[in-house]
């Protein structure tokens, strides 16, 4: 630990007025709005904003990951950070302490919040926005690989309104449908139902995860604890976020291997599925009235098919094996004998006269 | 004491440096070029569908062994993950004890494909392949490798057809699918594989990807390309980067109905060990392997844990059962540097002695 007065808020000021003036010269000649980001943050993003349009098509996507993953770590570095050099934290713990407890508060107050409004909100900060969007990285895996199986963006029913308006349409969308439609309309409540059945999943499959980060916090108070206690300082940003990720990985395992993730895990893909197959149907049945090739119809002739090539592979099979053994046969026996003439028996019929009758 | 110490100074150093490392690194990505899958030359001698068997060409002038051997991959991620680079290759490390390397290579699957069952895979696919190797050397009996998914599939070919199969070797392969660290066995017990399989047709591999992922979603889709950063300089070590990020999102798509079988049977009712399975209408029985069984486990596998592959112990019916542990994961155990050092070598070693 160094007591050579650097760690304070002097230091800082200057360092983001020079990537500020930098930035801000770039932007003007750039013709870009002022960004709402720390300064390295800024940096890095104004550098690829202007290299991107030469890069690759297919480098484009995997930079653009990096670079995302990369504003975490500047985000997370800035939150832990911040307001530390003012208190002179290495001349004086507890002021530090405070500052460092008022920030992971801060933090679980964030994720708190962000359970009561779907995670990420205007309101907060550009780095905590960050955390808390790093927090949906698994939820926004889900809804990335779910636009990829749907017409649908993956996150369409995200903010629909649930609660007491989700029970009166389920009341409503419980009425039977009446005369020569109802069997469409029926199809339809059926459609609707199994909507907002995966929107309740969704919601809960959040809100899981928005727990967890407030836990995740907690568990980065108990390591910098430690770290306090056992005289071992984290001295850089990349040691700190590793640190983080640890501890959102450590409390994410802890609490996906139970029993109430495996059921709100099967209750999201269940939902989807439910939705999913609503939908086949409706399409099956427009199709169907186009007088066009249904998926079930379609389905219906693989599995014949299937059953077909099967059957056809077997029999090959077989035969090939007979002609194996009939040829192992042939081989073993030797050349074929010329046939013997047969011999004709020649029957002889003894007559015998027969008695003269009165 | 207080457990941060960065000093402003450090860190906008720091800072400045990774990004001037992105920047820097940018060159290399884009020379990067196109990712070849799988290093070794290799010949397509059957093709069925969209299957394809191939056998390796041999390396140097390795004495050849009597015996060849067929490795069989899982139907999930493609194969070439065994032949990744020229100095990370389990199957150049088998050429080189004298195997003769074949390798199904299962393709990927369409809807065209979804009414393919287990008993397709493996009394039709994999037993016309070991039929065609046969055939080819003039032997009755081969040698099989299974890895992961596929050596649940070599171990039911092999109780199915033991006449065929010389020596058998699993790797990283799952026997009891509900050991209590199994956390895709935790998560699949919830759900409903009919809806799924009848609404969908195939699996995507899309969300073979995502559930993967899920495993350990902040490392995987976070910190990994925070870290890639310090590779960014050595050319070499992106383009073994990007290999290893193709491989990974290269997720074939499963035919329906073999995944509703695997999951129902194996995971959902852990069938090898409570029994009750059956392929083609015929029953499995473990019992019916009775050839020499060498089994490979990874000791910090989190997708097939230790356990899960050491219930093999003991099921089988053979009395020359060997077990290898790894110290390396899922994946570590064929692209490791330690793995080509110690694995493969010891499978040659291994088969040789069983071969003639």
């Known amino acids: 630990m160094t007591d050579n007065g650097l760690f304070n808020n002097d230091w800082m000021e200057l360092q983001r007025r020079y990537w500020e003036g930098w930035t801000d010269l770039s932007r003007k000649a750039m013709g870009l709005e002022k960004p709402k980001t720390n300064p390295w943050e800024a940096a890095m993003e104004h550098w690829w904003q202007a290299f991107k349009p030469a890069a690759p098509d297919p480098s484009k996507v995997f930079m653009d990951r990096m670079l995302e993953q990369g504003k975490v770590f500047f985000g997370l570095v800035e939150q832990m950070t911040r307001g530390l050099g003012a208190t002179g934290a290495a001349t004086d713990p507890t002021a530090g302490w405070d500052v460092l407890n008022k920030t992971l508060t801060g933090m679980q107050d964030a994720f708190t919040g962000a359970m009561g409004r779907g995670m990420t909100g205007a309101d907060d900060d550009n780095a905590t926005q960050r955390l808390l969007g790093f927090w949906e990285l698994p939820l926004d895996n889900w809804q990335r690989m779910m636009s990829t199986l749907a017409p649908t963006p993956g996150d369409w029913l995200r903010n629909m309104p649930h609660g007491p308006v989700q029970d009166s349409l389920h009341r409503v969308l419980s009425a039977p449908g009446l005369g020569y439609s109802r069997e469409e309309q029926g199809q339809y409540q059926e459609l609707i139902r199994s909507g907002l059945d995966y929107q309740r999943a969704l919601t809960e499959y959040a809100s899981f995860f928005s727990q967890l980060g407030v836990k995740s916090v907690q568990r980065m108070r108990e390591l910098l604890t430690e770290r306090g206690d056992t005289e071992r300082p984290i001295e850089s940003a990349r040691a700190l976020y590793d640190a983080w990720i640890g501890c959102c990985e450590d409390v994410y395992a802890e609490e996906v291997s139970t029993r109430d993730y495996a059921r709100i895990h099967g209750r999201l893909v269940n939902a989807q599925m439910a939705l999913k197959q609503r939908l086949s149907i409706m399409v099956d049945e427009t199709l169907g009235a186009w007088n066009m090739p249904t998926r079930a119809e379609v389905r219906t002739l693989q599995d014949r098919l299937q059953e077909t090539r099967r059957e056809n592979k077997r029999l090959r099979h077989d035969m090939d094996d007979i002609k194996r053994r009939v040829a192992a046969i042939a081989t073993t026996s030797g050349p074929a004998k010329s046939p013997v003439a047969r011999k004709k028996t020649v029957v002889r019929k003894k007559t015998v006269a027969k008695p003269d009758t009165p | ?356």
């Open chain 2, 1 to 356: 004491m207080f457990p941060i110490d960065i000093r402003p100074d450090k860190l906008a150093l720091e800072m400045q440096e990774y990004s001037q490392k992105l920047a820097q690194g940018m060159q290399n990505l884009m020379d990067a070029g196109d990712i070849d899958a799988g290093v070794t030359p290799k010949d397509a001698v059957y093709q069925e569908d969209k299957l394809t068997l191939y056998r390796y060409q041999r390396t140097g002038a390795t004495v050849q062994r009597p015996v060849p051997l067929l490795v069989v991959y899982a139907l999930v991620n493609r194969p070439y993950m065994t032949d990744i680079q020229e100095d990370r290759s389990t199957i150049r490390g088998l050429l080189a004890t004298g195997q003769d390397v074949y390798l199904i290579d299962w393709g990927y699957p369409d809807q065209a494909d979804r009414s393919l069952t287990l008993d397709d895979y493996i009394n039709g696919y994999i037993d016309r392949c070991v039929d065609h190797i046969r055939d080819a050397h003039g032997l009755d009996r081969i040698n099989l490798l299974g890895i992961c998914q596929g050596g649940t599939f070599s171990l039911l070919y092999t109780a199915l057809h033991p006449q065929k199969v010389q020596n058998l070797v699993t790797m990283v392969t799952p026997v009891d699918f509900k050991t209590p660290d199994n956390l895709l066995s935790a998560w699949v017990q919830d759900i409903d594989v009919d809806l799924m399989i009848d609404t969908m047709g195939n699996v995507p591999g899309e969300l073979l990807n995502w559930t993967f992922l899920s495993l350990k979603p902040f490392s995987l889709t976070g910190q990994k390309y925070v870290n890639m950063v310090d590779l960014l300089d050595d050319a070499d070590k992106v383009k073994n980067f990007l290999r290893m990020e193709q491989w990974i999102f290269d997720s074939p798509d499963q035919a329906g109905e073999t995944f509703r079988q695997f999951i129902k049977d194996f995971y959902q009712k852990n069938g090898l060990l409570r029994g009750g399975v059956q392929i083609g209408g015929r029953p499995i029985d473990l019992k019916q392997i009775t050839c020499p069984l060498l089994n490979i486990y990874a000791q910090q596998d989190h997708l097939v844990p230790p356990d899960a592959s050491r219930a093999l112990d003991g099921l089988t019916g053979t009395d020359d059962y060997t077990e290898l542990a790894f110290p390396g994961g899922h994946i570590g155990i064929y692209v490791s540097g330690k793995a080509q050092k110690e694995v493969t070598p010891a499978i040659g070693e291994w088969l040789n002695q069983r071969s003639g």
